[in-house]
């Protein structure tokens, strides 16, 4: 039986970065599937893909859909307010 690929996109909205934590914390509207750590997700600004970030950690929040994982802090500079995250 063939899996079907997951149609997730997470639309960034804001992005924290601590001195000490190894990670990036980026929160935005989650569409579509839950995420899972493990995933790998394309980065897209302007409808340009301009690299991959793997899920460290992810958490829920309380409004619906709104979404914050973990990415690794060497990935951060890839990430920017308004990009596009989508399963790889």
Do not use: N
């Not at 639309?11 to 750590?37: C, K, N, Q």
Request: proline content about 2%; glycine content about 12%.
């Amino acid at each position: 039986m063939e899996e079907q690929k997951r149609m997730t996109r997470l639309v960034v909205e804001a992005i924290h970065r601590m001195s000490s934590r190894p990670w990036v914390f980026v929160t935005g509207r989650l569409e579509g599937e839950a995420l899972r750590i493990g995933d790998e997700l394309t980065v897209t600004h302007d409808g340009q893909a301009v690299g991959v970030v793997t899920v460290s950690s992810v958490e829920l929040h309380g409004a619906p859909g709104k979404t914050t994982v973990a990415v690794d802090a060497g990935s951060g500079e890839l990430l920017q307010e308004g990009s596009v995250l989508s399963l790889s």
